[in-house]
């Protein structure tokens, strides 16, 4: 027990290029094949190898989490995803909930989702387009791999994960991840940012527990057993994990680094601070850059947030410098919360040898400030969308999770028309903090109140399922309102909603630039109408799914 911190070096993935280059020097169309592989990695130099699903181009090549992709902004990719997992999960899921099951329960679903990506939806792995080894099963809304990601989209970050529906949670605890950028040569090369492998480094974090077998620990028993044998909707581990190594270490120069920092947890929020008086730049948040830079001390990262930020190592006051966390697990949601400080990963800062050229990288004043700023007058609708939780009759947990009072296999209420913008007015009516994703969509968060007597209209919505009879309109007048972070007032694809407390967020249903728009203005460059369908949900444990 108690694994030593900072024995492991921070590793870079393996880079896949997701583009070609033609004779002349032109980009084409990348084609690459990815598999899922039964496997095994070590997580720390003293714990055993750890069995793990890990997506990899080879089996031998598979890690935790996968290979970093490489696009180029406007070159489509198309990766062909292989399931080559087992008859059985290794972990432990729970077939009381909605879940993707095979026939006989042989074989693991798993449908992949590029989280970020601006894509058909037949692509955009839906949680039912499941399929299990050699197809061997598949879900009700498949469509066959290649998968397509055209990169029309604005450069940034974006991940791959799986999707598969009652198994995310488990599948992403079991390793499938992964980081996927999208490069802009053309627009990224004159902000001259820290640039090249050794300086742009993506940071995957995540937190587990394991045995000391080295195997992953994942409860077995769930929180309300005569319902939900298994499920647990969150999962905390002890072990802080960064690019698949536990507290790891990284050699850093006295100069800028950029650091692309996912949260891949499933449950844990991260909020982020350096020793030796270092401090971030955020140039990003999720998959878009900002207008503008925005300086901190610390920041709060939900799972499935990305930040993007630059270190300046130069300003360090000493030799070494830890990047830590304090936030509360679970996170209850008010930003003054605060746990004990942990370590996640530490930078041993050297001196430049005297040969190394200067430090010439910046981080300019300006980064987009071309993208369009939020216009709330610009809605075409308002839609209202509450979250609660709802409990079986004689337990106190929670055992489903409800979105304006329908589930996931109810009918499909959101159809925005594409080509519009709209305001949502999300209510989160449970005590939980929920980072809610929206796919295909970005959005820019205008404001969050907390409503007023909130556990009157909760029990309500419980009694009666129905917002207007329950008084909506009262309840949503003018609570405390909480500012939103300022490097968080860009477009996202992510937010932490507020538990009791209403989020206006202004959706786009359109390309953000029209350099990625179809001919046809402010329409994407493919058909949105057609195929399974997009979903939004919270990013713990993926458990309230809603076809948009
Ligand atoms: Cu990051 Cu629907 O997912």
Redesign the pocket.
């Known amino acids: 027990r108690g694994l030593e911190k900072f024995v492991d070096e921070l590793p870079d993935m393996p880079r896949l290029r997701g583009y070609g280059v033609a004779e002349g020097g032109a980009l084409v169309a990348g084609n690459l094949t990815i598999g899922m592989y039964d496997t095994s990695w070590k997580f720390h130099r003293d714990l055993p190898a750890t069995r793990v699903f890990a997506y990899g181009a080879s089996r031998e090549t598979a890690t935790v989490p996968g290979p970093t992709i490489e696009a180029m902004r406007g070159v489509p990719t198309h990766v062909t995803w292989v399931n080559h997992l087992p008859a059985r999960h290794f972990l432990p899921w729970d077939a009381t909930l909605t879940t993707a099951v095979a026939p006989g329960a042989r074989g693991v679903p798993t449908v992949v989702?590029l989280?970020g990506g601006v894509q058909h939806s037949s692509s955009d792995?839906h949680?039912l387009a499941w399929f299990t080894a050699g197809l061997a099963a598949t879900g009700p809304r498949f469509s066959p791999p290649p998968y397509a990601y055209p990169n029309r989209q604005p450069p940034g970050n974006l991940?791959y994960?799986d999707?598969a529906m009652g198994l995310t949670r488990v599948n992403i605890l079991a390793g499938l991840m992964g980081a996927y950028r999208v490069a802009s040569p053309g627009e990224e090369g004159p902000l001259n940012l820290p640039s090249g492998a050794a300086l742009d480094r993506n940071l995957v974090l995540f937190d587990r527990n394991f045995r000391a077998d080295g195997a992953l620990f994942m409860n077995r028993t769930g929180n309300n057993p005569d319902v939900h044998p298994q499920w647990q909707p969150e999962y905390f581990g002890a072990v802080v994990v960064v690019n698949g190594k536990a507290w790891p270490y990284l050699r850093v120069r006295r100069r800028r680094y950029r650091f692309r920092i996912l949260n891949a947890s499933n449950a844990r929020f991260f909020r982020l601070r350096l020793s030796a008086g270092l401090r971030f730049v955020h140039v990003g948040s999720d998959s878009v850059y900002l207008p503008r830079p925005v300086a901190t001390d610390a920041f709060l990262v939900a799972p499935?947030e990305i930040a993007d930020v630059v270190v300046d190592f130069a300003e360090a006051a000493a030799g070494a410098a830890v990047l830590s966390d304090d936030a509360p697990a679970p996170y209850p949601g008010d930003p003054g919360d605060k746990a004990e400080t942990v370590a996640v990963m530490k930078f041993l800062i050297e001196d430049a040898a005297a040969e190394e050229p200067p430090d010439t990288s910046a981080v300019p004043a300006a980064l987009m400030p071309h993208y369009p700023r939020p216009d709330a007058r610009e809605a075409a609708t308002t839609r209202r969308i509450t979250m609660y939780e709802y409990a079986k009759n004689g337990t106190d947990e929670p055992t489903h999770l409800y979105l304006n009072a329908r589930s996931y296999m109810d009918p499909v209420t959101e159809t925005p028309r594409e080509g519009t913008s709209e305001l949502w007015e999300v209510i989160n009516l449970t005590d939980d903090n929920h980072p809610l994703?929206v796919?295909l969509a970005l959005f820019a968060v205008l404001e969050q109140r907390s409503l007023r007597r909130v556990v009157e209209f909760r029990d309500c919505m419980v009694r009666r399922n129905d917002a207007r009879a329950c008084g909506i309109d009262r309840h949503l007048a003018g609570g405390r309102r909480h500012a939103v972070p300022r490097q968080e007032r860009g477009w996202k694809n992510v937010f932490k909603v507020r538990p009791g407390a209403v989020t206006r967020m202004l959706v786009r249903f359109k390309p953000l630039s029209s350099a990625d728009a179809s001919p046809e203005e402010s329409r994407f460059p493919f058909d949105v109408t057609t195929g399974p369908g997009y979903?939004y949900?919270c990013?713990v444990s993926?458990a309230v799914?809603l076809p948009s």
């Open positions: 989702h989280h792995g949680s991940w994960h999707h499935s994703h796919h979903v949900h990013h993926l799914d």
